[in-house]
Structure formats: structure tokens, C-alpha cells
């Protein structure tokens, strides 16, 4: 069979609800098939197998799984403080990569394993990070209409994750809302999309000036609130929120200004977009803000991005997201995270490259 027809196995570390989300989103795609199911309590993985036809084998560890049969590609779906190690054994037995936002809790270790990356990119592997809402048609549309000028300069963005979760969210795992395996709250775990598309639209950040709070949760160590503004290398400005602590739980929404024009995303679908270039972006009506929106969104997300890395492996051209685009997204957390327990503004540059590594992060109360 040639490339382009061969079925491609996956194994799918970490069996929760990510997990079980990718194997949905893979059993919906034809060159794909969950072939390993990997998680530390064997009784969780054995539960999402009994729902996957063909039925996969399960393993305790991800190098069990890689002994036992042939993988292509490895998703990476555990708590965040353990991606790094997962993703490094994946590369070094020759598989591709998919690896769960954030890259990891730890800018160090990801900075790292980007070098890592690079050097298996070379060997070509695919090596990618999940972020579907890049894949989102409206999303694609604004992105096109930016690199084409049809909003002119960028001048401004406003980024907003107004979100809920109960208590009963962070109870229910003792790695969530830590910083150790959470790698921080509302703008690590909820907001980290929005800060890659928002990076996606408006390039590299030069300078970020931010505040955190924990306001209304307890027995958690990271933040629910985390609001920055943040200065961009081409000169735009954007205000960056995010919690979750807004009751119950609005759209997420990210407002794009320039000199020629100006577009709204909000929950996924274009709600507003106006250009002095003539003409309309090009979408179905279905992704413009109104539409009902289908029950199964979640799912398509990902399966768009997996068509994304099928691919990528079938051409050779590197991933839509890639992890340097998923370090820099760590980076401008991380960037976020130290200006709000220094108390200043922080130079984007030196957040990267490590300078503030050895600045423990706190959460205001």
C-alpha cells in the first residue's frame, strides 16, 4: 500500500477524559486506529478500551506499549508535569508525536525538549502540539486575512476566557490545581488555546505586565484569575484575562484590531469582521456566531488536527502547531506568571531563555 492508504497506529497515553477524546477523535479518521492504550491505573484504561472497536491492547507504561506492537504516533494525554519524559521516550523509539497543552509545568524542561524536537524533525518525525482551535474555520479565516493585510497593522487585541469550575473540579484529582502536574490554573490548564491563537494573530511578545489572584476556590495552590497586558514586537497591545471563577461559564471571546480592519471570534465562530479590502471572509454558515453549534464540537476539533498531522507525515512538511509553538506559548504563561509574583513588568526575551528559572511563582489571594 502506498503512504497515503496505510492505517497509521496510535497509542494514546493517559486514559481520562483527553484521552478518551482522542480516541473518538482517531477512530473517526480512516488512516488512524487506537492500537495501545497506556495509563498507570490499568482499570482506567481497560474502561476506555471496552469502548474502542477493534478493542486496543492496554499497557501500565508507554515502553510496554512500544515493545508490543508497531506505533506510529503517540498522544500524549497525562497531567502536564509529565509530558516532557512521555514525548522524549516517543522520539527515541522513532514514533511521531502528539503532545496535550501545555508542553510542560516546567519552561525549563520544555525548553529543552524543544531542542529535542528539532533534532528528530530532522530525522523526520512529526512532532506536534495539540491546539485545535487553530484549526477552527473561523479561526483559519482571520489568520488568512491577517497575513494577506486585510486588517491592515495590528493595532490591538482583547482576550477573554470568562470560564467556571466548581469546587467539586479541583477535588476531583489530586494533581489539579497544582503546580507541580498543572503547571499553574485558569491561563495553564483553560486559557492556554486562546494564548496560542492569540500568539498565532499577533506574533511574538516583547513585554508582559500581569496580576493573579486566587478568588474563589480553595485547597488549590495556582491561580484562578490571571489578567495581563501584553506588548507585542510589531507594537500592538493586548489585554489578556482569564478565570475561572466567572459563574456560569461564558464564551470565550478574542477581539482583533488593526488599521484596516478589525474581526471577532467568539466561542469558536466569527461573530464580527470588517475589512477596507472588499469582500467577506469565506466561511459556512454553520461557523459564524449564531449558528447552533454541534454537540460533538469538541471531538471534530481534534479530528481536524489529526488530519492536520496525517498529513504531515504523509508529505514531510512540518505540523500546523508545532512545539515551538508550544513553547512559546509556555513561555508567555510563564512570563505571566513571573510578572505577577515580581510584581513588574518582565521582558518576554529573558522569560524564554531562562532567565527568571529560578523565580518560585506564587498566586496573589
Not at 470565550?252 to 484590531?257: D, M
Not at 477596507?276 to 479530528?303: I, N, Q, S, W, Y
Request: net charge negative; hydrophobic share 45%.
Amino acid at each position: 500500500m502506498s503512504s497515503e492508504t496505510t492505517r497509521l497506529n496510535v497509542a494514546i497515553v493517559g486514559s481520562g477524559i483527553i484521552g478518551a477524546n482522542h480516541a473518538e477523535a482517531i477512530g473517526r479518521h480512516p488512516r488512524l486506529r487506537v492500537a495501545a492504550l497506556v495509563d498507570a491505573r490499568i482499570e482506567a484504561a481497560e474502561g476506555l478500551a471496552a469502548k474502542i472497536d477493534p478493542r486496543p491492547a492496554c499497557h501500565l507504561t508507554l515502553a510496554e506499549a512500544l515493545r508490543a506492537q508497531p506505533i506510529d504516533l503517540v498522544a500524549i494525554c497525562t497531567p502536564s508535569g509529565l509530558h516532557v519524559e512521555a514525548a522524549e521516550q516517543t522520539l527515541r523509539a522513532g514514533a511521531h508525536l502528539l503532545v496535550e497543552k501545555p508542553l510542560d509545568t516546567s519552561l525549563a524542561k520544555a525548553r529543552e525538549f524543544a531542542k529535542v524536537a528539532v533534532e528528530a524533525e530532522g530525522r523526520g518525525l512529526v512532532c506536534a502540539m495539540v491546539s485545535q482551535h487553530r484549526f477552527d474555520p473561523a479561526m483559519v479565516a482571520v489568520q488568512a486575512a491577517v497575513c494577506d493585510g486585510r486588517l491592515g497593522r495590528i493595532t490591538s487585541a482583547v482576550v477573554s476566557m470568562p470560564w467556571w469550575r466548581d469546587q467539586a473540579y479541583y477535588d476531583s484529582a489530586d494533581w489539579r490545581g497544582t503546580w507541580a502536574y498543572d503547571g499553574g490554573g485558569a491561563l495553564a490548564n483553560q486559557g492556554i488555546h486562546l494564548v496560542d491563537q492569540m500568539l498565532a494573530l499577533l506574533g511574538r511578545p516583547e513585554e508582559v505586565y500581569a496580576r493573579t489572584a486566587l478568588v474563589c476556590h480553595e485547597r488549590i495552590e495556582v491561580e484562578d484569575l490571571a489578567v495581563a497586558t501584553i506588548r507585542f514586537a510589531g507594537g500592538a497591545l493586548a489585554v489578556l484575562h482569564a478565570t475561572t471563577g466567572a459563574h456560569p461559564g461564558l464564551p470565550v471571546r478574542l477581539a482583533l484590531h488593526g488599521t484596516g480592519g478589525s474581526a471577532i471570534l467568539q466561542d469558536d465562530q466569527l461573530e464580527y469582521f470588517h475589512s477596507a479590502t472588499p469582500g467577506d471572509l469565506d466561511l459556512a454558515p454553520g461557523e459564524r456566531h449564531g449558528a447552533p453549534k454541534a454537540a460533538d464540537g469538541f471531538v471534530v476539533g481534534h479530528l481536524r488536527q489529526y488530519q492536520d498531522i496525517v498529513e504531515a507525515i504523509d508529505t514531510g512538511r512540518p505540523p500546523g502547531v508545532r512545539v515551538a509553538d508550544g513553547l512559546l506559548a509556555l513561555a508567555l504563561v510563564r512570563a505571566v506568571y513571573v510578572s505577577a509574583t515580581l510584581g513588574r513588568p518582565v521582558d518576554f526575551g529573558q522569560v524564554l531563555d531562562g532567565v527568571f528559572d529560578d523565580v518560585t511563582v506564587t498566586t496573589q489571594e
